[in-house]
T-cell receptor
Framework: AQSVAQPEDQVNVAEGNPLTVKCTYS??????LFWYVQYPNRGLQFLLK??????LVKGSYGFEAEFNKSQTSFHLKKPSALVSDSALYFC???????????????FGQGTTLQVKP | DAGVTQSPTHLIKTRGQQVTLRCSPK?????VSWYQQALGQGPQFIFQ???????QRGNFPDRFSGHQFPNYSSELNVNALLLGDSALYLC??????????????FGSGTRLTVV
């Protein structure tokens, strides 16, 4: 079964420091990976995606993610965290299985990022 | 360019009642997917509609049903509401071509509370 794991419920980082939010995945075939951010009482906002190509993907708001096939990981990173980055972050993989390939997204449980001033 | 629009934003219903949630997809998108996000959890796929038909369904009971209209908008209906149906319901639209869905865009969601 295809799945996504976010091993940390919460990540705390000081403003100005680098941040990493971890994600590992399990899929059959080539993975299509995504990161979304969710602010309180809001929907999901797309940050970035990996389809193919360069293992370092750059996205919105200064975020980037590193795809590592051997470790089946897709960690989200940012060189310098802002207080406004505090939110709930979701890693997702596009489902490639089944006879009806709708490409539905399979999400991790989410990681709360807390950036302190 | 309007994004995905969901209505209503908040809703309170009583156990046993029925509810209808609505979604208008992003301009140019022809596919609508619905997700349920319970408190403290990641979104879970309910079903997807394309060409006015349900293409795939997640692990949800038949109390959950949907519809897609010719203008690509969609409704999610939940019958016989249970307390456990309380959640944020997210609509995501996309464009289907070449056998794949591209460019998922999510709405802000409808917060359903069942009392």
């Amino acid at each position: 079964a295809q799945s996504v794991a976010q091993p940390e419920d919460q990540v705390n980082v000081a403003e100005g420091n680098p941040l990493t939010v971890k994600c590992t995945y399990s899929v059959s075939g080539n993975p299509y990976l995504f990161w979304y951010v969710q602010y309180p009482n809001r929907g999901l906002q797309f940050l970035l995606k990996y389809i193919t190509g360069d293992n370092l993907v750059k996205g919105s708001y200064g975020f980037e993610a590193e795809f590592n096939k051997s470790q089946t990981s897709f960690h989200l990173k940012k060189p310098s965290a802002l207080v406004s980055d505090s939110a709930l972050y979701f890693c997702a993989v596009r489902d490639t299985g089944g006879s009806s390939n709708t490409g539905k997204l399979i999400f991790g449980q989410g990681t709360t990022l807390q950036v302190k001033p | 360019d309007a994004g995905v629009t969901q209505s209503p934003t908040h809703l309170i219903k009583t156990r046993g009642q029925q509810v209808t949630l609505r979604c208008s997809p992003k301009s140019g998108h022809d596919t609508v997917s619905w997700y349920q996000q319970a408190l403290g959890q990641g979104p879970q796929f309910i079903f997807q509609y394309y060409e006015e038909e349900e293409r795939q369904r997640g692990n949800f009971p038949d109390r959950f049903s949907g519809h897609q209209f010719p203008n690509y908008s969609s409704e999610l209906n939940v019958n016989a509401l249970l307390l456990g149906d309380s959640a944020l319901y997210l609509c995501a639209s996309s464009f289907f071509t070449g056998g794949f869905n591209y460019g998922y865009t999510f709405g802000s969601g409808t917060r359903l509370t069942v009392v």
